[in-house]
């Protein structure tokens, strides 16, 4: 049974920052490569970062670009995404998920999805 599990998500000012963790479970994590998505209320859910199976690629959305780092740990089976300089336009529910197509951009080629963590910034 595969399991990705998000925590570290909460309530933050804007400029602050937070530090969101993804545990994978049932697969092999170090043949995915895994990506970050949120997804605001009344919104489609939106690409924010990806890293290669190897760390050997990270791609950002535009936004989020030198704010958020997105990095991986296979030893641990974890998927991190840093983010710092929030603003109240990256509240949503974040969610990572397994890379399986060829576009790492879009949220079909991921198969395995956690549940999610939401991320609220005020202002």
């Known amino acids: 049974q595969v399991q990705l599990v998000e925590s570290g998500g909460g309530l933050v000012q804007a400029g602050g920052s937070l530090r969101l963790s993804c545990a994978a479970s049932g697969i092999t994590f170090s043949a995915y490569a895994m990506g970050w998505f949120r997804q605001a209320p009344g919104k489609d859910r939106e690409f924010v970062a990806h890293?290669?199976?190897?760390?050997?690629?990270?791609l950002y959305e535009d936004s989020v670009k030198g704010r958020f780092t997105i990095f991986r740990d296979n030893a641990k089976n974890t998927v991190s995404l840093q983010m710092s300089s929030l603003k109240p336009e990256d509240t949503a529910v974040y969610y990572c998920?397994?890379?399986?197509?060829?576009?790492?951009?879009?949220?079909?080629?991921?198969?395995?999805w956690g549940q999610g963590t939401q991320v609220t910034v005020s202002s």
């Open positions: 998920a397994a890379h399986i197509g060829t576009n790492p951009y879009s949220p079909q080629d991921y198969k395995y």
């Open positions: 890293i290669g199976w190897g760390a050997e690629i990270t």
